[in-house]
């Protein structure tokens, strides 16, 4: 029996030594593994990946760019060339690389790649939608200047009617003034003695300075549709002087829709708006080009209505989606103006406009203060002149004569300025802003606002604009209007 004891005895434990070396084994297995996927990481092949992806997201962004350049002009033909240079070049830098050449690659990638940025950077100016449209203002104003001495001649040159070409904007400004040309009889001029409800303080009163009328179209007509009561509702629309019988034409074959109120205004009809009285046009006169007339115009709103109490500022590339009465039952308190606040965090604070480093500014306001925006704005007038607001942008617009308070292509600064401290908070859902420029807006906000706010360069009236939200904006265009089929608006 001991025997045959032993025999087991020495098979258990061989067992179980064998049993610890599988344990062990396995241990060491997992551990290497471990490594080995550590390792990994910092592997050729791991590098290679993410070179690969680096050399595949700059050329999906040179053909993005490449895209948009094949719609430019025959002066964009060498800016397409070079996009199109670069992203082949990344493209098939990609394909070639492997393991054993991206050491060798890498370099190259990079390089590519910051010739790409480069590249971008400098084709901003030619994606710039603020400047294509100013250098269409400054068409209309030539041809304008030339329809006028046409008038006086009793014909139309040869060479203005071929400049008429259905091309955007400034097509549609030409038509109109052709048509007011045409048939000057059947456009009036305004009444000797104005309606009485323009000067009601008891109804609904918007102001709107633009040259754009197919923008302040939309603006009337939405907010008259969103109304509840849309006789009670008048807009004063301000424009440049050159502008002004193009709206004429505009509002005369198509009023106001629901019985809605429009007074057509340009800056000569506000005789007291001179070079001795506001530094605004003194500067201009002298040459400041940076001052752009028709956006500090809004500074002077008491004295252009002097018999309302409560006027809302509207923007021209907005749209009214719910009615806006509510805004004259906001208690205002002693603010004079209500605006959306737009801070979040360090986000937008009067830091980010006003120059700080200057001793005035530092002393006189907080960096850390929450701005707000144009769009919507509600301003107590009565309040306005009681704190003398005019005035203090008057001074503001002096000592800012060289440009080193704020930048004055930017009217927002100084309206900081002017109704700092004066300012109330509105509601969220009254504005919704960043429809030119944040293509993520949540569904749900665009749909609760009362007015949704194009503001950035993707106007909905250009081709660049975000083609989620065009839609909201179009459905208020009159597309019937012969004007827009002549002028090939893409609509």
Request: with cysteine; proline share 6%.
């Amino acid at each position: 029996m001991a025997g045959v004891r032993a025999p087991a005895w020495r098979r258990a434990a061989l067992a179980a030594v064998t049993t610890l070396i599988l344990l062990a084994s396995v241990s060491f297995l997992l551990s290497a593994t471990s490594t080995a996927s550590s390792a990994a990481a910092n592997s050729p092949a791991s590098r290679l990946a993410v070179v690969q992806r680096h050399a595949e997201d700059h050329a999906a962004v040179l053909a993005a760019y490449t895209a948009h350049a094949r719609h430019l002009s025959s002066v964009s033909a060498s800016q397409t060339e070079a996009f199109l240079s670069i992203s082949a070049r990344l493209s098939a830098l990609a394909s070639r690389l492997s393991v054993s050449t991206v050491g060798a690659l890498e370099k190259e990638v990079k390089a590519q790649a910051k010739r790409a940025r480069s590249l971008a950077g400098g084709a901003k100016e030619a994606f710039d939608t603020q400047s294509k449209i100013q250098k269409l203002s400054d068409t209309v104003f030539a041809v304008g200047q030339h329809l006028l001495r046409a008038r006086r001649a009793g014909v139309l040159n040869a060479r203005i009617a071929a400049w008429s070409t259905p091309k955007s904007l400034h097509c549609l400004a030409m038509r109109l003034l052709e048509a007011r040309l045409a048939n000057a009889s059947a456009i009036p001029d305004d009444p000797p003695v104005p309606p009485p409800e323009l000067a009601d303080p008891t109804l609904y009163h918007y102001a709107v300075f633009s040259d754009n009328v197919l923008a302040v179209s939309v603006v009337v007509a939405s907010a008259a549709r969103a109304a509840a009561e849309p006789s009670r509702h008048v807009f004063h629309v301000v424009t440049a002087p050159m502008y002004l019988p193009a709206f004429r034409v505009w509002f005369a074959r198509r009023p106001p829709p629901l019985g809605a109120h429009v007074q057509l205004l340009s800056v000569s009809d506000f005789p007291w708006l001179n070079a001795s009285y506001s530094p605004v046009l003194r500067q201009i006169e002298e040459g400041n080009r940076d001052v752009a007339l028709l956006d500090y115009l809004r500074f002077y709103l008491p004295e252009m209505f002097p018999a309302l109490r409560r006027v809302v500022l509207l923007e021209d590339d907005v749209v009214v989606q719910r009615d806006l009465a509510g805004l004259w039952r906001i208690d205002m308190g002693a603010a004079v103006n209500a605006a959306l606040h737009t801070c979040f965090g360090g986000f937008r604070r009067y830091g980010k406009y006003l120059n700080f480093s200057d001793p005035f500014v530092q002393g006189s306001f907080s960096p850390r203060v929450c701005a707000w925006s144009y769009g919507v704005n509600v301003f107590d007038l009565q309040a306005w002149r009681r704190e003398q607001c005019t005035q203090q942008f008057h001074r503001f617009m002096e000592m800012n004569e060289n440009g080193t308070l704020w930048d004055p292509t930017s009217v927002l600064p100084v309206g900081l300025m002017t109704f700092y401290g004066k300012t109330k908070p509105l509601d969220k859902s009254w504005h919704v802003m960043g429809l030119g420029y944040n293509p993520h807006i949540r569904p749900e906000d665009i749909s609760g606002a009362a007015v949704i706010h194009f503001d950035g360069n993707m106007k909905p009236w250009l081709d660049v604009a975000f083609n989620q939200y065009k839609h909201l904006w179009t459905k208020y265009v009159d597309t019937e209007m012969e004007f827009l089929t002549l002028c090939n608006f893409g609509l």
